[in-house]
């Protein structure tokens, strides 16, 4: 993240798509639609970024724009001077930044999971992952790829390990402050990724029984839906496009007054939601493929990381393309985290009012605290379900239940308060001129219906389901 501004709405462009493009379009896309009936969780996010999205993208960067602050003095800002109800809402600032904070420890966990596979191609052969191997995990017998991936997660030392060198990895980038080199790099390694993407796409289609999981993906299937499509959906949307976590506010504020905001936020939303299109398109044929649809429904966090390495055992030189699918994985997860984490360094050096070095120590302490409790859930602290005592989640490790708080609870909440500051604090009307600056606004109407009709009730109905109200 720079911090004298962008050079031009490309600056701009590169620099949110490279935050906003990370592990959540390549880990967390594919399971979820997996899990949550396929066609029918994509349409449902298709329409839900194009609707709701949109509007909260548009006008976190409008925000920081109109204040040139970061989330908190951006919300002060914005209700200074009003009071009682109106005046409360700059707290909403604070929710927008504490998210972070819980995001980023988990991502390097995930983070990490990605650096092992890197190292896991490289040196075991990758027929050790073919689809019809066999091997156990806790005495249980299973496909070799979901045991290497279970054996893995469960061993506390290797696990911790790499999870420390993504960690390094990210801290290093953020104290060196080589973000020039890491976007020129950006620049090269996210087309590559892309294409490794469409080729494997490619691939996939010709494997026999692709047919079945191609239909899965893309053909709505509206017995499948519920609201927890819905819910899944809007916390997946969050995640990905990086907004409710003040990321977007402090972009919006480093950006030129007279750039084009609106189309700078159209590029942002179409890429992210075209790479999690292309993984899902990579990833969710070839699970049916190779175990059929119940298998696409019990997904979970360790879909890609099981799917891919057989789906590179199967061709000649997979193991080649595998190492460079995991290395790009790993360099759209770490351009990620370093936004990430350049952000709480921020938070956390302003409002502690203490020096980037000393913030940059906290963040680590809190990021490697949190993360390592969250790897032993898989391990030493296998049997802990934090959230065991409301009977819908008690199935949740301390990583679902993280992912959980932040994507399904913190984040409607910091949106809430940003649909408010923007409908009453400063005024529709107004903050709709700001954005529109003279220029034509296609989406101008859609904005508004959004804002004041549905985006609220879609956040109370994530809240509803995730306090259990709704079952
Ligand atoms: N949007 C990123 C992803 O999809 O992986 C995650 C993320 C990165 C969220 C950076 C927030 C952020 F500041």
Redesign the pocket.
């Given at each position: 993240m720079k911090k004298d501004g962008f050079s031009g709405k490309l600056g701009f462009v590169l620099a949110a798509a490279g935050?906003?493009?990370?592990?959540?379009?390549?880990?967390?896309?594919p399971y979820l639609t997996a899990k949550y009936g396929g066609g029918i969780f994509l349409l449902t996010y298709v329409v839900l970024v194009l609707t709701f999205g949109y509007a909260l993208l548009i006008s976190e960067n409008a925000i920081g724009r109109m204040t040139r602050r970061s989330p908190i003095g951006a919300f002060r800002k914005l209700c200074a001077g009003k009071h009682s109800f109106l005046g409360a809402v700059r707290w909403g600032g604070w929710i927008n930044s504490i998210?972070?904070l819980i995001?980023l420890p988990y991502?390097c966990v995930i983070g990490g999971w990605v650096t092992k596979y890197v190292a896991a191609l490289l040196v075991n052969p990758v027929s050790a992952f073919h689809k019809d191997a066999l091997a156990t995990h806790a005495g249980k017998s299973m496909s070799a790829s979901a045991a290497y991936f279970l054996n893995f997660i469960s061993d506390p030392v290797g696990s911790t390990a790499f999870f420390l060198v993504f960690v390094i990895i990210t801290a290093l980038v953020i104290a060196c402050g080589v973000e020039k080199g890491i976007e020129r790099f950006n620049k090269i390694m996210m087309p590559l990724l892309i294409l490794l993407c469409i080729g494997i796409c490619v691939y996939c289609m010709f494997l026999p029984g692709a047919g079945a999981g191609f239909r899965y993906y893309l053909m709505p299937d509206v017995r499948k839906f519920s609201y927890m499509t819905v819910v899944a959906a809007m916390g997946q949307l969050f995640?990905?496009?990086?907004i409710a976590?003040?990321?977007m506010i402090t972009y919006g504020a480093y950006m030129r007054r007279n750039e084009d905001l609106i189309s700078g936020v159209n590029q942002v939303e179409i890429f992210?939601t075209a790479v999690?299109f292309l993984a899902g398109m990579m990833i969710i044929p070839a699970v049916v493929a190779f175990g059929g649809e119940k298998a696409a429904e019990n997904a979970g966090v360790g879909l890609v990381f099981i799917t891919m390495p057989q789906v590179f055992a199967g061709f000649a030189g997979g193991r080649i393309f595998g190492v460079m699918f995991f290395v790009l994985v790993l360099f759209?997860?770490a351009t990620?985290?370093v936004?990430?984490m350049?952000?709480n360094v921020q938070m956390v050096s302003q409002e502690m009012r203490i020096s980037r070095f000393k913030a940059i120590l906290c963040v680590l302490g809190e990021v490697i605290g949190i993360g390592v409790v969250t790897l032993m859930g898989y391990s030493l602290l296998s049997h802990v379900r934090p959230l065991g005592f409301i009977e819908k989640y008690r199935n949740f490790d301390i990583l679902d239940t993280l992912d959980f708080l932040s994507n399904s609870v913190l984040m409607p909440v910091g949106a809430i308060f940003t649909t408010v500051l923007v409908v009453a604090v400063v005024g529709l009307e107004k903050f709709s001129h700001y954005i529109r600056s003279g220029r034509p606004w296609r989406r101008e109407f859609l904005f508004q219906f959004c804002m004041c009709v549905v985006v609220i009730p879609c956040l109370l109905v994530v809240l509803l389901n995730a306090t259990g109200v709704l079952k």
């Open positions: 935050s906003a493009v990370g592990l959540g379009n390549i880990w967390r896309f998210v972070p995001i991502y995640f990905s496009l990086s976590m003040g990321i992210d999690a759209a997860a990620s985290a936004s990430l350049e952000t």
